[in-house]
């Protein structure tokens, strides 16, 4: 176990591909035992793209490529911006409210970070705020869509750890919706305290009518993850299915609904999604032979037996544990942390009897928060590339929103209701 661990930390130190960090660290563990070979290891990297459930993540990345480049996003920025007019940080606020509407758009933190900051960052900076701010709220609150269905970080979680897919969709609705919340409430203070973007007072009331006339063009992105959820709760598709049903809703709306998906487009988003699958699909199948040496070498249980020396009360543990993804993260990708470490903690909380799916939802929150967290995150280092922001300017600015993420987190914990509710009205009790 020492020498996969260390090879891990020195490649990952050298700067390495994070995809050949744990790919060659695994063969090196795997050349250090006599009891193991290339073979076992090298068909431990086939197994892991050999799974029909796993189609669901090129589908739904394809389809949120799609939907950017189809009017969507343009629909869901006309709606946010009407209901964010009045507010103080009226112009940041609209980021929050993007964020949430879009969670059920694309699915990616990184993708939403970066979309946000390249539309609303010119108009921020010209009404005078500050570029770290900027970086701040366009990237904490895309952590919004870690939780919205279709969240590929629940959609991996549910592929490894085999948990429901349609229940983990249900179970982030509530708490996607609350850090909108916690938010749009950390905005509004801090943009006071700057005395940034105060609300115009010859800004219109907002109308029935207006809203109504909104939403009329934005309905079809709003009611995406709703589809998706009833489908696979009623048995008309399957979680992988489901994928495949996301491409063709958004090809059938960007061609007839809004008639703005063009050949153009559509190849722009095919080779978009080429590249990130190309990526992401190359981490799965790396972490074949570093998995299979973790369950070698027995890690899950001695974390196990170490947690259970500390404390036996559930809600300790979890917070132990999302202590420890939380600074995982800060250093390894999401994706990465979802494939390695849920076989190890999903098994821990079955065992003091905690949903997973309530801890899908929480690792789902804490993993992805680390993309925007120093120093690795590659969502920060996309929105501040784009306006080129100082980190430190970034880091000072996100702690305001970065506590408010931690507070919401805290009341998931233990308040599990708060998370089981829907996906209990849909589909029944869990474990």
């Known amino acids: 176990m020492t020498f996969l661990l260390i090879a891990f930390v020195v490649f990952l130190v050298m700067g390495m591909p994070i995809a050949f960090v744990i790919g060659i660290a695994g063969f090196a563990y795997f ?143 509530i708490p996607g919706v609350l850090m909108m919340v916690f938010l749009m409430a950390t ?79 559509f190849r722009d988003a095919l080779i978009t999604t080429i590249k990130d699958n190309g990526a992401i699909m190359l981490i799965i199948a790396m972490s074949g032979p570093f998995s299979y040496a973790i369950t070698w070498v027995k890690l899950p249980v001695v974390l196990s037996n170490l947690l259970f020396g500390i404390t036996e009360n559930p809600q300790i543990m979890v917070l132990i544990m999302i202590g420890f993804l939380f600074i995982t993260g800060m250093f390894v990708d999401s994706n990465v942390n979802f494939l390695l470490l849920t076989p190890i903690f999903l098994p821990m909380v079955k065992s003091v009897g905690i949903d997973p799916v309530h801890f899908g939802v929480l690792m789902a929150t804490v993993v992805t928060l680390g993309v925007m967290t120093p120093p690795v995150g590659s969502a920060l280092y996309t929105v501040c590339g784009i306006i080129n922001c100082r980190v430190e300017d970034y880091t000072k600015e996100a702690l305001p929103f970065l506590g408010a993420v931690m507070l919401e987190l805290a009341i998931l914990v233990f308040l599990p209701d708060v998370v089981l509710f829907i996906p209990n009205m849909i589909f029944g009790p869990g474990i």
């Open 31 to 173: 050349s250090s035992v006599p009891y193991l070979n290339y073979e076992t290891a090298t068909q431990m990297i086939v197994s892991q793209s050999q799974s029909f459930a796993f189609l669901a993540v090129p589908f739904f990345i394809f389809a949120g490529n799609l939907m950017n480049v189809s009017g969507i996003t343009s629909r869901l920025l006309g709606l946010a911006r009407l209901l964010t007019r009045r507010m103080y940080g009226g112009t940041a606020q609209i980021s929050v409210v993007l964020s949430t509407l879009m969670g059920g758009v694309s699915g990616s933190a990184t993708a939403d970070a970066a979309m946000e900051t390249r539309i609303l960052a010119p108009e921020m900076m010209r009404i005078g705020y500050s570029k770290g701010y900027i970086c701040a709220v366009n990237c904490v609150t895309a952590l919004i869509t870690a939780t919205i269905p279709p969240s590929l970080g629940l959609i991996i979680f549910g592929f490894v750890g085999e948990v429901s897919i349609g229940r983990l969709f249900a179970a982030g609705l």
């Open 187 to 265: 905005t509004t203070i801090t943009s006071r305290l700057h005395k940034f973007d105060p609300p115009r007072r010859d800004a219109p009331k907002l109308t029935w009518g207006e809203l109504g006339d909104n939403l009329k063009e934005s309905i079809w992105a709003l009611l995406f993850p709703v589809i998706l959820i009833v489908g696979i709760r009623f048995g008309v598709f399957t979680p992988s299915e489901s994928g495949a049903f996301a491409v063709a809703y958004a090809l059938i709306i960007g061609k007839f609904v809004y008639k703005e998906l063009t050949w153009e487009n």
